[in-house]
């Protein structure tokens, strides 16, 4: 008799180990992103304030099913106008099932000595995989 109350006791302890850990569960991914220099050496992104470089872009906690947005500026030191364009990598995260990346200047024209805010726009999925992720992605903001 007192083997089954242990056993009982067990059984109970693990579902509501079981339970307890489910409720604990999190819909939200934490992502950190890297910004490397554009291949063209007269554009040049810098952080909102103007004057600090773009460096990583860390997105903190996301959520499944959200949409985020992070701005910046975008400065042709050339003497040519660039047409702007995001080089987004083939990546689930970013062109995929987990999610989209898109800007608000692509095509646009940047004339020479110019400054534009630009805007990325990350749509994450519904399905992305919960958990922590981390991942290097590059981008790469072209003007031609």
């Known amino acids: 008799m007192r083997l089954t109350k242990h056993v009982l006791i067990l059984i109970l302890l693990v579902a509501v180990i079981s339970v307890a850990g489910a409720a604990v569960a999190s819909w939200s991914i934490k992502f950190s992103w890297t910004v490397v220099p554009p291949k063209t050496s ?3 992104c810098y952080e909102l304030n103007g004057k ?7 997105w903190g906690e996301l959520e499944q099913g959200k949409t985020y ?22 990546d689930a995260w970013v062109s995929g099932s987990y999610g989209h990346l898109s800007w608000d200047r692509e095509g646009y024209s940047l004339s020479p000595g110019a400054t534009v805010t630009a805007t990325l726009t990350w749509e ?11 991942e290097e992605l590059t981008i790469g903001i072209e003007g031609s």
């Open 124 to 134: 994450i999925s519904s399905i992305a995989p919960t958990g922590t992720h981390t």
């Open 42 to 44: 007269s554009l040049v």
């Open 69 to 90: 947005t992070y701005s910046f500026i975008v400065k042709n030191n050339g003497t040519t106008a660039l047409t702007l364009h995001l080089n987004i990598p083939n």
């Open 52 to 58: 600090t470089l773009l460096g990583t872009i860390n």
